[in-house]
């Protein structure tokens, strides 16, 4: 064993520590470890053999819950694994699911991102609300295992995952894979997780599978935090294509006065084949702010490294502060005030709020190695944005509407990445890589009579004006109503001129505007609803589909409860009947949201 040590990859005090580990452990112990480590290492590789062929075709749900679609993609990856495997796949969308659909499923892999602030993806609600339900059915019999997707630069990081595996097992159904946690670099540990999990079912498919080890099954995932997002999505099968775009126009659309400032890109996608639909979003990898690269670069005294530099500018996220990277510096550093913040809830949530990366370096600066601030640093996540042009219209070009994120914490100027890069450091003429983002449930209804009803304050109303130009281009019949809102009328009236010509031919069959600091009260898109609450519940016992797109933290909330208030006033009903309907028009797919 010593020998065998010595000549191990391992330095000298991890030598150490596994000597310590392995001193006195019993054969038993010894057993489990080496079953542990071989789980690690399959759940990190995703190119593990797979699982081996079963006789009896063993019936397997997977159940998703998406917001953008990953884990939609997950689910199909992971119906493809498992039907390879002799698994009989039954993929279920939480949206069109109720518990008594799992009940009886035998072997279950649920996939479940996190939206807004640790919510369910909206589509996912109703299951979710009827799962955790006081009476909610028991699930004795059913064998599971939970991804759970998120984003660690959220306080609430991977909570519909946690709760919906936590609420499986408090129903009797049966854990057979500890929960895997992923961040935005999600492809490879959920591979992984993916092979394990149909390796665990399999097995006990099997003669003798009760006597499998549990522990055997638990999976630790160490998120690939270096490799740059666009190389590992280029590595894996269903990575998007990224074109290089031209920027063709870029100009702010609110006015010299206005407070804010809302670009309009357009983006020449000549000769690239890319194609997108009205609803579709946008997404490219931003570049950091050089000011900002610099001030990390300063603070870890690597300033003369130019690899660093490159990296910090285009690859690593240099921006968003998790706990795990607190807890990590003060490790590293040894600096015992940030190790008690670290190790203490309410001091670390009090430390992180409001807070970048580059405070926490500066709140105990020290001499870095690049290898150890990369080890530090996610990659840099792409941003999305909503196309807001159809291709009906506008050919081989892709309209954007980006407003430029700022404010002040801690003393300090902050800059949205992506916007700020956009606003304050690419022109006409910059090429930008792109990819296209596609969105099947914000698509325009197929039948072109139908009528819209668009609810799209500030940037949402992007995919309204290419919601428009389609049914322009296509020469649609059926009505469409807008209910646009920003701050002021004369400073902020996005698009004023189009909407205004589209009124006039008749595209755009009703505008209601909320400016909501033109007066003195705010008024928002919500209130115009309800006082055209009697034409818009018309609207919709007409069949019309409403649309809403923008703020996620307080518009759609409000929209949604005005929708609410709209029906159970309209139809004189109590607010369950209310909820009852709109939850049948949203499953008729005649309510749909894309807020963010
Ligand atoms: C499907 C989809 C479509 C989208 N479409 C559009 C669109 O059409 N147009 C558009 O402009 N955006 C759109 N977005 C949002 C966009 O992707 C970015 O999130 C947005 O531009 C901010 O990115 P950023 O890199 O500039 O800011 P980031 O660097 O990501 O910073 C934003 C973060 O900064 C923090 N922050 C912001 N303001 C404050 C504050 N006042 N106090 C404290 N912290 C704060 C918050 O944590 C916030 O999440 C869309 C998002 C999605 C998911
Ligand atoms: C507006 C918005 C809100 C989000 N909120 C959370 C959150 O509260 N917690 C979290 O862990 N992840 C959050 N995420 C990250 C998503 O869960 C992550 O992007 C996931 O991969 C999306 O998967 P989906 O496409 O299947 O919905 C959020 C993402 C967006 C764009």
């Not at 665990?200 to 490799?227: C, H, K, S």
């Amino acid at each position: 064993m010593s020998t065998s040590l010595a000549r191990s990859p391992l330095p000298d005090d991890q030598i150490a520590v596994v000597r310590r580990l392995l001193t006195g452990a019993t054969a038993e112990q010894r057993q489990w470890l080496s079953g542990y480590i071989a789980g690690f290492e399959a759940a990190a590789d995703p190119r593990t053999a797979p699982a081996a062929p079963i006789a009896a075709k063993l019936p397997l749900t997977i159940l998703y819950g998406s917001e953008s679609g990953n884990a939609e993609t997950l689910a199909a990856q992971a119906r493809k694994a498992a039907s390879r495997v002799g698994f009989g796949v039954k993929v279920l969308d939480m949206a069109d699911a109720a518990p008594a659909d799992i009940a009886r499923a035998g072997n279950l892999l649920v996939i479940a991102s996190t939206w807004g602030e640790g919510d369910p993806p909206q589509r996912a609600e109703a299951f979710h609300s009827a799962l955790m339900a006081q009476d909610a059915l028991r699930l004795d019999g059913l064998r599971y295992a939970t991804l759970a997707l998120g984003d660690r630069a959220y306080a609430r990081f991977c909570e519909t995952g946690r709760q919906f595996d936590a609420r499986l097992a408090a129903l009797g159904a049966q854990r057979i894979a500890e929960l895997v946690e992923c961040d935005l670099d999600y492809k490879k540990p959920a591979t992984g997780w993916i092979d394990v999990t149909l390796r665990t079912l399999a097995d006990r498919a099997n003669p003798g599978a009760e006597q499998v080890d549990p522990g055997a099954a638990v999976i630790r995932v160490d998120f690939a935090r270096t490799a740059p997002a666009e190389a590992e999505a280029e590595a894996s099968d269903d990575a998007p294509r990224v074109v290089v775009a031209e920027i063709a126009a870029h100009i702010n659309l609110n006015s010299s006065r206005s407070d804010i400032e809302t670009y309009h890109l357009e983006l020449s996608l000549a000769g690239s084949g890319l194609t997108y639909q009205p609803g579709d979003a946008i997404g490219f990898v931003p570049r950091n702010d050089p000011a900002l690269v610099d001030a990390v670069l300063t603070a870890t005294g690597l300033t003369d490294d130019p690899a660093v530099h490159a990296a910090l500018s285009h690859r690593l996220d240099v921006t968003t502060l998790t706990r795990a990277q607190l807890a990590d510096y003060a490790r590293l550093t040894g600096d015992a005030a940030l190790r008690n913040t670290a190790e203490d809830d309410a001091r670390a949530a009090e430390f992180l709020r409001d807070r970048q990366f580059v405070d926490l370096l500066e709140a105990a600066p020290n001499r870095l190695t690049a290898q150890q601030l990369s080890d530090l640093l996610r990659p840099l996540p792409a941003r999305l944005y909503s196309v807001a042009s159809s291709q009906k219209a506008v050919g081989e070009e892709a309209h954007l509407l980006i407003a430029k994120v700022d404010w002040e914490s801690h003393g300090r100027a902050r800059h949205g990445v992506a916007s700020s890069d956009v606003a304050m450091r690419r022109r006409v003429g910059d090429a930008l890589p792109i990819y296209v983002k596609p969105n099947p449930h914000f698509r325009l209804p197929a039948d072109a009579a139908a009528p819209l009803i668009m609810i799209g304050p500030g940037t949402g109303v992007a995919p309204f004006r290419a919601f428009v130009q389609g049914r322009e281009a296509t020469g649609a019949s059926g009505h469409t109503w807008l209910f646009f809102g920003a701050r002021r009328f004369t400073h902020d009236f996005l698009y004023q001129l189009e909407w205004q010509d589209w009124l006039k031919s008749g595209v755009l069959s009703r505008i209601d505007l909320a400016f909501s600091r033109d007066q003195r009260e705010k008024i928002y898109v919500q209130h115009r609803m309800w006082e055209q609450r009697r034409e818009l519940y018309a609207w919709l016992r007409d069949g019309a589909f409403v649309y809403v797109c923008g703020d996620v933290k307080a518009m759609a909330k409000d929209v949604h409860a005005m929708l609410l208030a709209i029906i159970a006033d309209q139809s004189g009903c109590d607010a369950d009947a209310a909820a009852a309907e709109l939850r049948g028009i949203q499953r008729a797919g005649r309510y749909r949201r894309d807020v963010y």
